[in-house]
């Protein structure tokens, strides 16, 4: 990636009839990467929490470029019920999606539950975007140069998977179990790639971390880590628009290629342009990635319908 050393969202090829689903698109890296392929053409759409808020959002972006191609849609990650319907409606919808971009995360709050009972970490920031892959699967096969793009952190490589606790009920602390669900997007994206290229998929998985940049996820943290991410650091951090190339590399650049990882070039990955990084050793261990892989399946009672299975064994 020497000759992209300086590579900037001005570089984003035309992305005109390309169709993209951003999660958590309204606030962040989100809204940056959702701004930034509407600007060059994608039709791109939000999937958010908050409908409302969305579609402010999209007020917003359209005032800026006129004729920029947007929808709302409503998914709660942290609730597989609400995953599904998303997945129905967008099926129901859109004959094809070309690039899915994995971005929503909620990071380090009090031990919460999800509506499914499983740790709001976990399920948010990987079982929601697990299931969410393997329902649009279908839809990504019939996309142009398809691509999935999970955007983890640095705090992946502090990651430990307790696939013994995943609810944290034998002890919860807060930044530990937002760096195992980090560590769990860059296992699954990993995995993910193994598997597509196993059953000959023409879908690339491809990994993003945004370095140390100035979003609002620090707002649902509590003490030390709120103090530290939310006051202290804030400062330093580069911007979101800055912060999102690296995703946007990975979802728009004609030479990434799937099973790469991007994060910014700078000293300790912490900010700059994007570039190619290396994952923690236990992102790419196989043997994590399947362990990993069963348990998401049991949890999330979906599988992925990889070219030559039975689109029905999608549930467990």
Do not use: C
């Not at 998977?161 to 997007?185: C, H, I, T, W």
């Amino acid at each position: 990636m020497t000759r992209h050393q300086h590579w900037t969202a001005a570089h984003i090829p035309d992305q005109t009839d390309r169709v993209y689903v951003v999660t958590g698109a309204t606030s962040g890296l989100g809204l940056a990467s959702a701004r930034a392929l509407a600007r060059h053409g994608a039709h791109v759409i939000l999937a958010v929490r908050d409908e409302e808020k969305g579609r402010r959002t999209v007020a917003d972006i359209a005032a800026g470029q006129p004729g920029a191609s947007l929808e709302v849609r409503r998914l709660d990650l942290a609730d597989l019920d609400s995953v599904r319907a998303f997945a129905d409606g967008l099926r129901a919808d859109h004959a094809r999606l070309d690039v899915l971009v994995n971005n929503a995360g909620v990071m380090a709050p009090p031990r919460t539950l999800s509506a499914q009972g499983h740790e709001l970490q976990f399920a948010a920031n990987h079982l929601g975007h697990f299931a969410l892959t393997g329902l649009l699967l279908d839809l990504l096969s019939a996309g142009r140069d398809p691509r999935v793009v999970t955007v983890s952190s640095l705090k992946h490589r502090q990651g430990r998977l307790n696939l013994d606790d995943l609810a944290g009920e034998r002890g919860y602390v807060p930044m530990a179990f937002y760096s195992q669900s980090k560590l769990a997007n860059a296992v699954f994206g990993h995995e993910l790639h193994r598997r597509l290229t196993e059953a000959g998929s023409p879908i690339r998985s491809l990994l993003a971390h945004p370095g140390y940049s100035a979003t609002a996820l620090p707002a649902a943290s509590v003490g030390m880590v709120k103090m530290m991410f939310g006051r202290l650091l804030t400062p330093l951090a580069q911007s979101p628009d800055q912060g999102a190339l690296p995703q946007l590399y990975a979802a728009t650049a004609p030479e990434a290629q799937s099973g790469q990882f991007f994060g910014p070039s700078g000293p300790g990955e912490l900010r700059g342009a994007p570039r190619q990084v290396e994952s923690a050793p236990q992102a790419t261990d196989a043997e994590a990635g399947r362990r990993l892989w069963e348990v998401s399946e049991r949890l999330t009672e979906v599988r992925f319908a990889f070219p030559g299975r039975d689109r029905a064994t999608d549930r467990v």
